[in-house]
């Protein structure tokens, strides 16, 4: 087939925006690690910052990965069997109950956020741990497992696969570990992955949480593109995209073949 | 089963925002300060710049993210797998790392700069201007309209645009007669979402520093003065009321499908 005019204008435009997109990063990316960023290349390349980046802010890092394993287990106790109660219920109540529990993500992250503190600032205790911070990316986390999985347990015929199960004896402990799980996984698996990205990319709501003693690595981040040089800040970027960057093509490769096979 | 997703909600949802709503009314004007936050010329001035930011940036990621949401999903091609992938990386980047994009491309230091400054000798900075904040928004709302329009885009069906065409239709009319249309609901949804997250987005105009003070960035910063506790509260519910209404307004006319501001 001839491809029309119209066909390159398009795919000039979509080089110009995938530029716009990929051009700043990988600007950032070789920022930190050159030498001096002023002189660019010709300073030379070095892991200097890299280095000073990972002695400085190791903690920051360790903690928001910490968060975002410890969300993922939080999210996958208390979505999983939210989801399979409301794919079950049917009614009114269950989808008044789903839009309410998907009501975080519709809120900006700061309202919530100013919300918890103006709520928990007299419990210091609780107030100044990583459990604040782990709170709050459960909150705004869980809707996106309760989706996915909730998009998976509708779409298979869970209520005759679990009578054909029951029919055969099989008790509910086992119906929901034998049938259940197994037949929603691809769901399970596209929502760890997404609340692992987004807690470890979480800011808007961590930056009113956190304390000086519980930094995660965005908010770290924004204190060194405040006040380190730009090569730090730079190095620090390339250390978040090594952590986030594989994290979202792991969800770019596992959701599209849904989306590609809608059209065969 | 559903009791552990129901109490972590309300204990961190429903009653913060409980609260929210009740200092927004122990100022020293009670319920009536919720009307004089609103009023105030400068917090007013805030909200018609953040609103009138959202509404650019909505349209111009629609237009940009639909043309190449339109084509991604219509066309394959080598490379093809490579492009949306860069083009949907921004998805979980933090808003300071996307205000961090936008000082490496347009900042003291960034490309546009050190390329303006080899050509003709002066440095051309613009990441700290409106500009700056626009492109910025724009960079992290194009992956969100291109996912929601190459997913409907796939499943369109070309032989209503065929025969549109072979009925003597100019490509104009195909385009707004029949496409356009189809995707209506998917433009629907990403315009929305694209529009509460531009409301909502802290981090970006937090990096960029701008002098705009977008509403997000004006309620942090009463609140690190902690000037009025009653008015900040006043004003972050009305944040989180505009992103809802919006949001569930377009899912009531698109359908759902509508995804999360951030």
Same mark, same amino acid.
């Given at each position: 087939?001839?491809?029309?005019?119209?066909?390159?204008?398009?795919?000039?435009?979509?080089?110009?925006?995938?530029?716009?997109?990929?051009?700043?990063?990988?600007?950032?990316?070789?920022?930190?690690?050159? /030498?001096?960023?002023?002189? =660019?290349?010709?300073?030379?390349?070095?892991?200097?910052?890299?280095?000073?980046? &990972?002695?400085?802010?190791?903690?920051?890092?360790?903690?928001?990965?910490?968060?975002?394993?410890?969300?993922?287990?939080?999210?996958?106790?208390?979505?999983?069997?939210?989801?399979?109660?409301?794919? /079950?219920?049917? =009614?009114?109540?269950?989808?008044?109950?789903?839009?309410? &529990?998907?009501?975080?993500?519709?809120?900006?992250?700061?309202?919530?956020?100013?919300?918890?503190?103006?709520?928990?600032? /007299?419990? =210091?205790?609780?107030?100044?741990?990583?459990?604040?911070?782990?709170?709050?990316?459960? &909150?705004?986390?869980?809707?996106?497992?309760?989706?996915?999985?909730?998009?998976?347990?509708?779409?298979?015929?869970?209520?005759?696969?679990?009578?054909?199960?029951?029919?055969?004896?099989? @008790?509910?402990?086992?119906?929901?570990?034998?049938?259940?799980?197994? @037949?929603?996984?691809?769901?399970?698996?596209? =929502?760890?992955?997404?609340?692992?990205?987004?807690?470890?990319?979480?800011?808007?709501?961590?930056?009113?949480?956190?304390?000086?003693?519980?930094?995660?690595?965005?908010?770290?981040?924004?204190?060194?593109?405040?006040?380190?040089? &730009?090569?730090?800040?730079?190095?620090?970027?390339?250390?978040?995209?090594?952590?986030?960057?594989?994290?979202?093509?792991?969800?770019?490769?596992?959701?599209?073949?849904?989306?590609?096979?809608?059209?065969? | 089963?559903?009791?552990?997703?129901?109490?972590?909600?309300? !204990?961190?949802?429903?009653?913060?925002?409980?609260?929210?709503?009740?200092?927004?009314?122990?100022?020293?004007?009670?319920?009536?300060?919720?009307?004089?936050?609103?009023?105030?010329?400068?917090?007013?001035?805030?909200?018609?710049?953040?609103?009138?930011? +959202?509404?650019?940036?909505?349209?111009?990621?629609?237009?940009?993210?639909?043309?190449?949401?339109?084509?991604?999903?219509?066309?394959?091609?080598?490379?093809?797998?490579?492009?949306?992938?860069?083009?949907?990386?921004?998805?979980?980047?933090?808003?300071?790392?996307?205000?961090?994009?936008?000082?490496?491309?347009?900042?003291?230091?960034?490309?546009?700069?050190?390329?303006?400054?080899?050509?003709?000798?002066?440095?051309?900075?613009?990441?700290?201007?409106?500009?700056?904040?626009?492109?910025?928004?724009?960079?992290? +709302?194009?992956?969100?309209?291109?996912?929601?329009?190459?997913?409907?885009?796939?499943?369109?069906?070309?032989?209503?645009?065929?025969?549109?065409?072979?009925?003597?239709?100019?490509?104009?009319?195909?385009?707004?007669?029949?496409?356009?249309?189809?995707?209506?609901?998917?433009?629907?949804?990403?315009?929305?979402?694209?529009?509460?997250?531009?409301?909502?987005?802290?981090?970006?105009?937090?990096?960029?520093?701008?002098?705009?003070?977008?509403?997000?960035?004006?309620?942090?910063?009463?609140?690190?003065?902690?000037?009025?506790?009653?008015?900040? !509260?006043?004003?972050?519910?009305?944040?989180?009321?505009?992103?809802?209404?919006?949001? +569930?307004?377009?899912? +009531?006319?698109?359908?759902?499908?509508?995804?999360?501001?951030?």
């Amino acid at each position: 087939m001839m491809k029309h005019s119209g066909f390159w204008l398009q795919l000039g435009l979509t080089l110009l925006v995938s530029a716009f997109i990929a051009v700043p990063m990988a600007y950032s990316v070789l920022a930190g690690l050159m /030498r001096n960023a002023f002189f =660019g290349l010709k300073s030379g390349l070095t892991l200097k910052w890299i280095t000073q980046v &990972l002695s400085l802010y190791w903690p920051t890092i360790l903690l928001s990965v910490e968060i975002a394993l410890l969300c993922l287990v939080v999210t996958l106790l208390i979505g999983i069997p939210a989801a399979y109660v409301l794919a /079950r219920a049917p =009614g009114r109540l269950a989808r008044l109950a789903e839009e309410a &529990l998907i009501l975080p993500i519709a809120v900006p992250g700061l309202a919530t956020g100013l919300a918890l503190v103006m709520t928990y600032d /007299r419990w =210091g205790a609780f107030r100044q741990s990583m459990w604040f911070i782990l709170a709050g990316h459960v &909150l705004f986390t869980l809707p996106f497992m309760l989706r996915a999985v909730l998009a998976v347990m509708s779409s298979a015929d869970l209520k005759s696969l679990e009578e054909g199960a029951a029919s055969l004896g099989a @008790n509910f402990t086992c119906r929901f570990f034998d049938v259940v799980l197994p @037949n929603c996984r691809t769901g399970i698996l596209a =929502g760890a992955l997404t609340v692992v990205t987004l807690s470890m990319g979480e800011f808007n709501l961590t930056w009113i949480l956190h304390t000086p003693l519980t930094k995660t690595l965005p908010v770290a981040l924004a204190d060194a593109y405040s006040s380190m040089r &730009l090569e730090v800040g730079s190095a620090y970027t390339l250390v978040f995209f090594v952590l986030i960057v594989p994290l979202l093509l792991c969800l770019q490769r596992f959701t599209r073949p849904q989306a590609a096979r809608k059209t065969q | 089963m559903i009791l552990p997703a129901v109490l972590v909600f309300s !204990a961190f949802f429903i009653i913060p925002f409980g609260v929210l709503l009740r200092v927004g009314a122990q100022g020293a004007y009670g319920i009536a300060g919720y009307w004089l936050a609103l009023m105030n010329p400068e917090h007013l001035e805030s909200l018609v710049a953040t609103l009138v930011l +959202s509404t650019v940036v909505t349209v111009a990621t629609l237009c940009l993210g639909g043309v190449c949401g339109v084509f991604l999903g219509r066309n394959r091609f080598p490379g093809h797998g490579l492009m949306v992938s860069i083009l949907t990386l921004p998805l979980a980047f933090p808003g300071v790392v996307v205000g961090f994009m936008i000082i490496m491309l347009a900042g003291r230091q960034g490309l546009v700069s050190d390329i303006s400054l080899a050509l003709h000798g002066g440095r051309i900075v613009f990441a700290y201007s409106a500009w700056g904040l626009f492109l910025g928004y724009l960079y992290f +709302s194009i992956p969100r309209v291109l996912l929601t329009v190459m997913a409907s885009a796939e499943i369109l069906d070309a032989s209503l645009e065929e025969a549109a065409r072979s009925l003597g239709a100019k490509p104009a009319r195909v385009f707004l007669d029949v496409t356009l249309p189809a995707l209506k609901p998917a433009l629907i949804s990403a315009g929305a979402l694209t529009f509460a997250t531009s409301m909502g987005a802290f981090g970006t105009a937090f990096t960029l520093a701008t002098r705009i003070n977008v509403l997000p960035m004006m309620i942090y910063t009463d609140f690190t003065l902690s000037t009025d506790l009653s008015s900040i !509260a006043a004003l972050s519910l009305l944040l989180g009321l505009i992103s809802w209404v919006v949001l +569930s307004l377009a899912r +009531s006319v698109a359908g759902s499908g509508v995804a999360a501001a951030g």
